[in-house]
């Protein structure tokens, strides 16, 4: 085995959360799969933001275990907070009539606001990182990490936050359930990809006389570069229009976490076949399925245009591959090996570099049976990054396994050859 790395002096990354005071936590008993969720208790408008802490199972089998809704979300800039009210358990018996312990707790601001957008006059129980996991505590987040694939399939459902609503996801949202999600939903299933090649890419279909007519779109007329469009051109007009909003939306943060792919393809599965995952942006909300009959339709429609290339464009190519390896996942079932995962998955991040590695154990094919016996790949927030990585590679020679990977993360270049 032959490793390289550049950087040394970062192989064991910085703590990257909010630092808080941890007295409102209890520890978790991790023999018995505990886990914590968070009440998210009533209030509208500049009412300050209360959360209280609630201790429940994952094992499906428990009679006391709660029921939540699992957050996927940015966390956004840690310099950046805001500070709520977290009650936690007291730490004596009911009995003794101790009030429970309240603590002011600090959370990034993208998590405030999704906080904000989602509370409402009812208790709602989610189970959301960075209130859930004492971040402060290292064992504590290893163990938790390990059952995270069980956290998100045992939710009831997974709640995507992508942020508010901007002009970019008013002006999308606005053409596909107007314009686009009709046609689309005419098309059978089999045949929607070559009904999308054989006429909506044509610039004499109806569909971009009926965009440039309608008056809600052009009162949420983007910033459009001019000088790319020949004025008489309806079409290539409105399908830059479609990739600018599309690049709006579709480049948020959320969609390059790498967590995303185990937090969508082990989220529980609804009566249909799909994935219970919601999104909300602002105040709208849009189905799983719904996201990838968005991406499916309007990738296809803006990738072949007849004389317009928005491959020129710099993010075209990182949604592109993001959205095939997300779009091939659900087809594929999730059938991939560890090596294939992390090469698919390099176009996506993580502030952690170890990241890159323990959000795919347990989708990989030859990992996701093992990796919490398996002491070289089991995710250890404890080990630095370079062992983390050095231990996968042994991992790998003993299954007689023959690799080459390259992560550049957290400004920390590994690069690892092991031939057989």
């Keep these: 085995m032959e490793s390289s790395l550049q950087l040394p002096d970062h192989t064991c990354l910085p703590f990257r959360g909010v630092e808080n005071d941890d007295k409102a936590f209890r520890p978790l008993n991790p023999e018995s799969r505990e886990i914590r969720c968070v009440i998210l208790l009533p209030g509208s408008g500049a009412d300050p933001i209360a959360c209280e802490l609630v201790y429940t199972s994952i094992d499906k089998d428990n009679t006391t275990r709660v029921e939540y809704v699992a957050l996927s979300y940015c966390w956004g800039d840690v310099e950046d907070t805001v500070e709520i009210s977290l009650q936690g358990p007291t730490t004596k018996s009911s009995d003794t009539g101790q009030e429970p312990i309240t603590a002011p707790f600090r959370i990034t ?6 906080l904000t957008a989602l509370r409402n006059e009812r208790r709602q129980c989610f189970w ?13 987040k290893t163990h938790q990490v390990q059952f995270m694939g069980n956290i998100y399939s045992s939710a009831e459902s997974v709640l995507v936050w992508l942020g508010p ?4 996801s008013r002006y999308l949202l606005r053409a596909w359930r107007a314009h686009l999600q009709p046609l689309v939903y005419s098309y059978d299933s089999k045949t929607l990809v070559d009904k999308i090649y054989e006429e909506l890419c044509k610039s004499t279909h109806t569909l971009w006389t009926d965009l440039e007519r309608d008056e809600a779109l052009s009162e949420l007329a983007l910033d459009l570069d001019q ?4 004025e008489t051109a309806s079409p290539d007009r409105y399908k830059q229009a479609l990739w600018v909003s599309f690049d709006g939306l579709f480049s948020r943060p959320w969609w390059s976490r790498i967590w995303v792919v185990q937090e969508v393809y082990l989220a529980p599965m ?5 994935r219970k995952v919601e999104s909300r942006i602002g105040d709208h909300v849009l189905h799983w399925k719904e996201i990838m ?5 309007l990738l296809h429609i803006i990738r072949l245009p007849d004389d ?3 491959a020129t464009l710099s993010s075209w190519d990182e949604i592109w591959n993001r959205w095939k390896f997300l779009i091939f996942m659900g087809e594929a079932n999730k059938q991939f090996s560890l090596s294939q995962l992390l090469k698919l998955t390099s176009v996506f991040h993580a502030s952690d570099p170890r990241d890159k590695l323990f959000a795919l154990l347990l989708l990989a094919t030859d990992t996701r049976d093992c990796f919490r016996q398996e002491p070289l790949i089991n995710p250890d927030y404890t080990k630095p990054a370079k062992a983390v990585f050095d231990d996968l590679m042994i991992f790998w020679e003993l299954n007689l396994k023959t690799h080459e990977i390259h992560f550049d993360e957290g400004g920390v270049v590994y690069q690892y ?3 057989s």
Aim: net charge negative.
């Design 270 to 274: 609804d009566e249909e076949g799909g």
């Design 128 to 140: 959301i990182d960075a209130l859930c996991i004492n971040q402060q505590d290292p064992h504590e």
């Design 308 to 310: 317009y290339n928005p």
């Design 227 to 230: 000088e790319r469009l020949d």
């Design 293 to 297: 009959l968005i991406n499916m339709t």
């Design 417 to 419: 050859n092991w031939l």
């Design 165 to 168: 609503e901007d002009e970019y």
């Design 109 to 114: 601001r993208h998590l405030h606001s999704a």
